[in-house]
């Protein structure tokens, strides 16, 4: 199509695997991140007996994850998802106060740790690991032609956005060219396509900036980035217009 693409990466890679649970649960309907410095690592609900991991790592890290034996392997992730580390004094400092705050104005406290589901086996041969990457084309449409999904942007997984950012283009797109189709307009005219490419970067194009900031945040141990990710994640707890918000524009 000839246009521009911009694009970076991470230095990280996306370890993917289908997880046995160690214990069958109807509760396994939480999507689980835990955000380490090497990268997060998330387990997302599948059934009552399996979840699926993505657990972002670095390049060396994960080459040596994947040749692993499966109980070997299960002993590095139960230890990424449950190992204690020492927390930063002033961070957890500033974290008691704004708690005791809340109570004080009788919003939600955000001190209990809640706990993943444990994990006792990998499905056989369902390990694989892809690079991580931002990438974005500055147009998403030519002359009858029109880019979706992954074709037209990437993003890295911590937001579990990649799949909904997809759809939410076949959704626009779909409805876009209907319109059309019933105003007796020829399909795929430019006009009707730029409308699409309009609509999909006005959301698109904030997501995956908030979305790379959110991985640059994660990605430093500096007291500052680590302060202001703690206290902002207690906030957005706390205040639910801030949580729907952030809902209601991961949710197209
Ligand atoms: C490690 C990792 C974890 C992720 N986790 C999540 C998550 O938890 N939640 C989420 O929403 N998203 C996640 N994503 C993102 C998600 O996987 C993608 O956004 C989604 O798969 C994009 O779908 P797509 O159909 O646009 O592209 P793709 O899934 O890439 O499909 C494109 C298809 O086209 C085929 N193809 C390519 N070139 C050609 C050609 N020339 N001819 C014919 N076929 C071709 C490819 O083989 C591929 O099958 C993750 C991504 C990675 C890498």
């Not at 307009?185 to 005219?189: A, C, D, N, T, V």
């Given at each position: 199509m000839g246009i521009q693409y911009v694009s970076w990466n991470y230095n990280q890679m996306g370890l993917v695997a289908t997880l046995q649970l160690s214990e069958t649960t109807d509760q396994n309907t939480i999507a689980w991140q835990r955000f380490l410095p090497t990268g997060p690592v998330a387990l997302l609900p599948l059934n009552s007996k399996q979840s699926s991991l993505v657990w972002s790592n670095t390049p060396e890290n994960v080459k040596h994850l994947l040749k692993l034996p499966n109980d070997q392997f299960i002993d590095e992730l139960n230890s990424a998802l449950f190992k204690t580390f020492q927390r930063n004094n002033i961070v957890q400092e500033a974290n008691k106060i704004l708690d005791t705050f809340f109570k004080l104005i009788n919003l939600p406290p955000n001190c209990m740790r809640q706990l993943p589901p444990s994990v006792c086996d990998v499905v056989e041969g369902s390990r694989a690991a892809f690079p991580l990457g931002f990438g974005h084309a500055a147009?998403?449409?030519g002359k009858n032609v029109a880019l979706v999904g992954d074709a037209a942007h990437r993003v890295h997984p911590l937001g579990g956005q990649g799949v909904n950012l997809g759809f939410g283009d076949v959704e626009c797109l779909n409805e876009i060219l209907s319109e059309a189709v019933y105003s007796g307009?020829?399909?795929?005219?430019l006009l009707d396509l730029k409308e699409y490419e309009t609509k999909r970067q006005r959301h698109n194009v904030p997501t995956m900036l908030a979305l790379d900031g959110l991985q640059k945040l994660y990605s430093t141990e500096a007291a500052p980035a680590v302060l202001l990710r703690s206290l902002g994640l207690q906030i957005t707890h706390a205040l639910s217009p801030i949580k729907r918000a952030i809902i209601q524009q991961a949710a197209h």
């Open positions: 147009n998403y449409v307009r020829k399909l795929g005219s």
